[in-house]
C-alpha cells in the first residue's frame, strides 16, 4: 500500500509473456521459453556453442549464380529429409566431398542447428580438433580418457569437417578414426564427413579399411559436389 501511495509500480515482469514464468502453456506442453533454455544448456553440454549458425532456411541455392546451384538445393532437401526420419533412417554416415568453398560446410551445419533445436546432442569438430582430441586421448591417464572420448562417441550426430587438412599421426590419426567410425556405425550413431578430397586420394590417405567402412553403400551415403566457390560470390 506504501508504494502504491508512492507511486511505484509493484506489477509482476514476468520474463515469458505466453507462460507467465510457469514453463508450460495452457495445454500443458513446455513453452517455447523452456525448450530455448534447454536448447541451450544442451549446446554448452555437448559442447556445440561454436557451431556457425547456418539453418535450412539459410538455403538460397535457387537464386544463386553458380553452376551447382541446382544440385545443392537437391542436398538441402535431401538433408532435411534427414533430419526429418533421423530416427528411422537407415544413413549412418554422409560424406561430402569436394573442393573447398562449394556449401559442404553449410549443409553439414544446418544439419547440425536443425537437430540442436529438436534438443538431439551434436558434437561438431574439424579434422584438425579431432586429431588433437585423439592425441590428447592417447597421451591421457585412463581416468581421463573418458571425458575426452563420451562427446565424439556418443552423441546423435557427429561431424568431422575438413577431412585430410590435418596432420597425419602415426598410431593415432587413421587408428582412432576407423575406431570412432566402426563404434558409432556399430551403435547406429549418425555422421557427417566433409573433405576437400575425393574418395579415392582418401582411402590412399587413411586406408581401405576405414574409408571402406565409411563409404558402404548398405549405410552410407556419398555426394562429390563439384561447382564455383561460393565465398568468391556471395
Known sequence: ??????????????????????GFDKDGDPCE??????????????????????????????????????????????????????????????????KPGIGKSSLAYAAANELL????????????????????????????????????????LLIIDD?????????VTCEYLYNVVDSRISRGKKTIVTSNLTPEALMARYGERTISRMLNKSYAKAYLLSGDNLRLRV
Open 1 to 22: 500500500r506504501v508504494l502504491k501511495k508512492l507511486g511505484a509500480d509493484v506489477s509482476v515482469r514476468y520474463r515469458c509473456g505466453k507462460c507467465r514464468d510457469a
Open 33 to 98: 521459453c523452456v525448450k530455448a533454455q534447454f536448447i541451450e544448456m544442451l549446446k554448452k553440454e555437448c559442447g556445440a556453442e561454436n557451431i556457425p549458425p547456418f539453418t535450412f532456411a539459410d538455403d538460397r541455392s535457387a537464386s544463386l549464380d553458380c553452376s551447382q546451384k541446382e544440385e545443392l538445393g537437391l542436398l538441402y532437401k535431401r538433408f532435411r529429409q534427414f533430419c526429418d526420419g533421423f530416427d528411422k533412417t537407415s544413413v549412418k554416415v554422409i560424406f561430402l566431398c569436394g
Open 117 to 156: 533445436s529438436r534438443g538431439r546432442s551434436v558434437c561438431c569438430v574439424t579434422a584438425f580438433e579431432f586429431n588433437n582430441a585423439m592425441l590428447k586421448y592417447h597421451t591421457s591417464p585412463l581416468a581421463a580418457r573418458a571425458a575426452i572420448m563420451e562427446p565424439i562417441t556418443d552423441s546423435d
Open 163 to 171: 577431412l585430410g587438412t590435418e596432420n597425419v599421426l602415426r598410431n
